[in-house]
């Protein structure tokens, strides 16, 4: 099961969801842009799936699901805040954030209680 939930959440990011600098640079940088910065995506969003998933093999779907969900959440925010906001370091920080919000959320709704 985990195995076809993980191709289909690579297949959908990669081939499905938008990228997320195309308001920040032209069109004809937005890829180079993508492929240097786009994996500071992939690090806040596997940051944020741990804040509540602790990896097991009979369960590891859940991970995969919870990781492609907080990726597309966080390239769709970027989409939307970057329509408006073009500054990049007011978006950096706006999107980081937005990051601790969505960690401390679902480490309080899913995982281990945060104690403040």
């Given at each position: 099961?985990?195995?076809?939930?993980?191709?289909?959440?690579?297949?959908?990011?990669?081939f499905?969801?938008?990228?997320?600098?195309?308001?920040?640079?032209?069109?004809?940088?937005?890829?180079?842009?993508?492929?240097?910065?786009?994996?500071?995506?992939?690090?806040?969003?596997?940051?944020?799936?741990?804040s509540?998933?602790?990896?097991?093999?009979?369960?590891?779907?859940?991970?995969?699901?919870?990781?492609?969900?907080?990726?597309?959440?966080?390239?769709?925010?970027?989409i939307?805040?970057?329509?408006?906001?073009?500054?990049?370091?007011?978006?950096?920080?706006?999107?980081?954030?937005?990051?601790?919000?969505l960690?401390?959320?679902?480490?309080?709704?899913?995982?281990?209680?945060?104690?403040?």
């Amino acid at each position: 099961m985990y195995k076809i939930i993980s191709l289909i959440s690579f297949a959908l990011r990669q081939f499905v969801l938008p990228n997320p600098f195309i308001n920040l640079v032209d069109k004809a940088y937005a890829e180079l842009c993508n492929c240097l910065f786009g994996g500071i995506f992939v690090f806040f969003a596997y940051v944020i799936t741990g804040s509540w998933y602790v990896s097991s093999k009979e369960e590891a779907w859940k991970g995969s699901v919870g990781f492609l969900i907080n990726y597309g959440f966080l390239t769709s925010i970027t989409i939307v805040v970057s329509y408006f906001i073009h500054n990049i370091y007011c978006l950096a920080c706006i999107i980081l954030f937005i990051v601790i919000i969505l960690y401390i959320t679902e480490r309080k709704l899913f995982g281990n209680k945060i104690p403040f």
